[in-house]
């Protein structure tokens, strides 16, 4: 058995949607607004949760002593050693502590002129 079809409801929704009245402008603007916001909540969820990630990862501190990773913490909760003097990530490893940067303008190089043909 077949349901008849809500021609009453159609008809309105077609009233509502065509006419240019007040109404029917603001049934397309909530219509729209609930598509976008669908079509763009996981690209949104998507760089939130990425820019989250971004931070903790930021944060995350890696025990030189046995690896262990902790957010927050001065000591290792694995084996104990102090966290401090550890760089939050591999590449900032690399770079020189303040201490031993030597600044370039205080610094004069001496250059001596070899002569190699003689
Ligand atoms: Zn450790």
């Known amino acids: 058995m077949q349901r008849p079809l809500p021609w009453f409801w159609i008809v309105l929704a077609a009233v509502l949607l ?3 009245i007040p109404a029917g402008r603001l049934l397309l603007d909530v219509l729209g607004g ?3 916001t669908i079509l763009l909540l996981p690209l949104l969820l ?3 949760g990425f820019l ?5 990862q930021r944060r995350m501190r890696t025990c030189a002593v046995c690896g262990f990773s902790a957010i927050g913490l ?3 909760p694995a084996c104990g050693s102090p966290y401090e003097q550890q760089a939050s990530s591999p590449a900032d490893r690399q770079v020189p502590s ?3 940067e030597i600044d370039a303008r205080d ?3 001496d250059v ?3 002569n190699d043909r003689d």
């Open 18 to 20: 065509l006419a240019p």
């Open 34 to 36: 609930i598509t976008l």
């Open 46 to 48: 998507g760089a939130a």
């Open 52 to 56: 989250a990630w971004q931070v903790l």
């Open 74 to 76: 001065d000591q290792c």
């Open 98 to 100: 303040a201490g031993l």
């Open 107 to 109: 610094v004069t190089i």
């Open 112 to 114: 001596e002129v070899v």
